[in-house]
């Protein structure tokens, strides 16, 4: 059979066509994430669920660990601006100072979608969307289980988190205001275990020394600090959950198997495992949709009625 010039053209023509947009189907979405560092289980939990799901998807995901220092994750997020990502995802370790970095990213067109921790802006056009939990409620939760649950009296030693993050600061902030209702019931000290689990002991421990049997309530900003809290009571002789209770958030498997085997006495949980929700969004926000400007997780909360049947179906 025999092509006349024209023909041959239309199929060369349609070959062009279909390399064209097989190329553009083809193309991956090239994400970056600043992640804060690696320092706690539910931390590691989160940046799993964003590796995972990225691969499932055939993102090409740029990920960033800032080992705990904000600069590195400013640093970050120049390098994803110069690499012309899709979008950026931004876990903030603390609340201030991303306004200058946020605005490079804006002018450079790149959408920024803020992530697990919330940040302080004059600004909030410097962002796309948040998508976390709501820290605020997680302290009312732990605040309200334990003002029932010791008859509204007690001594309370309190584990902070990172200093000027949003968890540690929300967190605090809604506990102290959750306990204002129950008068004999007291923050006695309180200092920063920075979410670590060493943190969490260390902290304990000079506590103990200082205030030896004056303490019946340890609040922990997060689970990794409050089992560091449980080997440092245990060291004194103590039995925690029952000497001294304790009341932690989270929800991380560790934490609700100490509270079934009655070490912790509640966990308020934070779910970490938003991998999906987030490249969701991302793809809504990059096929011109509106997305919320703020998408709260629901957190769930554990005790002594509940850990123990859980515990099969945590995923973290
Ligand atoms: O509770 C803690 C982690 O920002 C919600 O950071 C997160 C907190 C979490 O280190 O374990």
């Not at 041959?8 to 390399?19: L, S, T």
């Not at 900003?221 to 209770?245: F, R, S, V």
């Not at 070490?263 to 934070?270: A, D, G, T, Y």
Request: include cysteine.
């Amino acid at each position: 059979m025999k092509y006349s010039p024209v023909f041959k053209c239309f199929v060369a023509g349609v070959a062009i066509c279909a390399a064209v947009l097989s190329s553009a189907a083809d193309k991956k979405l090239k994400i970056g994430f600043a992640q804060t560092g690696a320092e706690s289980a539910w931390r590691t939990a989160n940046s799993d669920s964003m590796k995972a799901e990225a691969e499932k998807r055939g993102i090409d995901l740029k990920f960033s660990d800032g080992q705990g220092k904000q600069e590195n994750q400013i640093r970050a997020v120049r390098s994803f601006i110069t690499q012309r990502v899709d979008a950026i995802v931004l876990a903030p370790l603390v609340e201030t100072g991303w306004d200058n970095v946020l605005r490079e990213a804006k002018r450079a067109k790149i959408p920024v979608i803020i992530t697990d921790r919330t940040i302080q802006t004059t600004d909030e056009s410097l962002f796309v969307c948040f998508i976390g939990s709501d820290f605020f409620e997680e302290g009312r939760m732990a605040a309200d289980w334990l003002g029932k649950a010791t008859g509204g009296k007690g001594r309370i030693v309190e584990l902070q988190g990172t200093p000027g993050s949003a968890p540690a600061n929300d967190r605090r902030k809604a506990f102290a205001e959750g306990i204002a209702k129950f008068p004999e019931l007291k923050i006695i000290d309180s200092q920063s275990g920075d979410f670590r689990r060493a943190g969490g002991k260390e902290v304990m421990e000079a506590f103990l020394k200082k205030h030896g049997k004056n303490i019946d309530i340890v609040y922990a900003h997060n689970d990794d600090m409050a089992l560091g809290a449980i080997q440092a009571i245990e060291a004194a002789g103590l039995k925690p959950g029952t000497d001294i209770k304790i009341v932690s958030i989270d929800a991380i498997k560790e934490g609700v198997q100490a509270v079934a085997d009655g070490k912790i006495n509640c966990v308020v949980e934070c779910n970490p495992l938003f991998g999906p929700k987030v490249y969701d969004t991302i793809e809504a926000i990059l096929a011109g949709k509106e997305v919320p400007k703020k998408a709260f997780n629901k957190d769930e909360l554990f005790d002594k009625t509940n850990a123990a049947a859980a515990l099969p179906k945590r995923q973290y």
